[in-house]
């Protein structure tokens, strides 16, 4: 470097500030946010649920009732998971399944809407009142404005409501069930 190139701040004939170099700089800039935006994107679907896909619209409550989640089913393995059940496809488009302390266990299944939602619980409620070999002792009780049936089951109580496109079931814990439903009940939305 001469010794006018030192004192000019000039390096090769160009200066450190020129156009040229502040939109070289601009493009290097530009690359970089790009890169983590993509690279943000992805990290994101990884981490969205386990099978990638988006979180349901109603979230899984990590503990209800004292009870803590000790593992979670969602996105299309849940939805698997409840047509199996219903053995056919009763309509549900999402939903999950989740599985606390004490054999509690929560279905959740999404809906088109709310006539949809209606029409599964009245369809499960018509089997069972017909006569179910797996539940018995259907009951309709009022929890404030909310209709929840509830039934005996496969050693435990089960409880189902609606809760306007969504159809939710419980198997509630023998030990605090009704606080259980409660819950439940002021969480599932």
């Known amino acids: 470097m001469t010794d006018r190139a030192a004192s000019t701040g000039t390096t090769g004939g160009r200066a450190a500030g020129s156009p040229r170099s502040r939109r070289k700089t601009f493009i290097i800039a530009a ?32 503990q209800i009732a004292g009870l803590s989640l000790t593992r979670a089913v969602t996105g299309q393995n849940a939805v698997t998971e409840l047509r199996r059940m219903h053995g056919k496809d009763v309509g549900i488009f999402g939903g999950w399944i989740a599985y606390y302390q004490n054999r509690a266990i929560v279905w959740v299944g999404e809906t088109p809407g709310e006539a949809q939602a209606y ?46 496109a969504l159809t939710v079931w419980i198997a509630a814990p023998n030990v605090g069930e009704t606080e259980f439903l409660r819950e439940s009940l002021r969480l599932i939305k």
Do not use: K, N
């Open 31 to 62: 690359q970089l946010v790009l890169g983590a935006v993509i690279v943000a994107f992805i990290a994101r679907g990884f981490w969205l649920s386990p099978e990638g896909e988006a979180p349901p619209s109603t979230p899984v409550p990590q």
């Open 119 to 164: 029409q599964l619980i009245d369809a499960m409620t018509r089997r069972i009142r017909a006569g179910s070999p797996e539940f018995t002792d259907l009951q309709q009780l009022r929890f404030g404005s909310q209709t929840v049936y509830g039934v005996v089951g496969q050693g435990q109580r089960h409880y189902y409501w609606q809760q306007g």
